[in-house]
Nanobody, 115 residues
């Protein structure tokens, strides 16, 4: 059973910052690609940032220049640093780990951007 433990969500004003964390086992972390998705009310889940193993990262156009994804191999944790947050970034953010046909999700953490 792959466990992904997320933390770091909350309420923030527009222009503010948050950092999300997702921890898993060292074995999973070293092999799996890790990503962050989000799902806003009434919308489909969408990819926010992807950390492909071997150092490659992909960011959605909507967060380019504001968000970044990074991996801490010592602590088997993937981070999503979110800066210059906008109202439209409000969503439940999900950590994802995938390898081949294996695809696992965290429980989700709420991010609310509101003045």
């Amino acid at each position: 059973q792959v466990q992904l433990v997320e933390s770091g969500g909350g309420l923030v004003q527009p222009g503010g910052s948050l950092r999300l964390s997702c921890s898993t086992s060292t074995i999973i972390f070293s092999v799996y690609d890790m990503a962050w998705y989000r799902q806003a009310p009434g919308k489909q889940r969408e990819l926010v940032a992807d950390s492909i193993s071997r150092g490659m990262t992909v960011l959605a156009d909507s967060v380019m220049g504001r968000f970044s994804i990074s991996r801490d191999y010592a602590n088997a944790t993937v981070y999503l640093q979110m800066n210059s947050l906008k109202l439209e970034d409000t969503a439940v953010y999900y950590c994802n780990a995938r390898f081949g046909t294996n695809n696992h999700w965290g429980q989700g953490t709420q991010v609310t951007v509101s003045s």
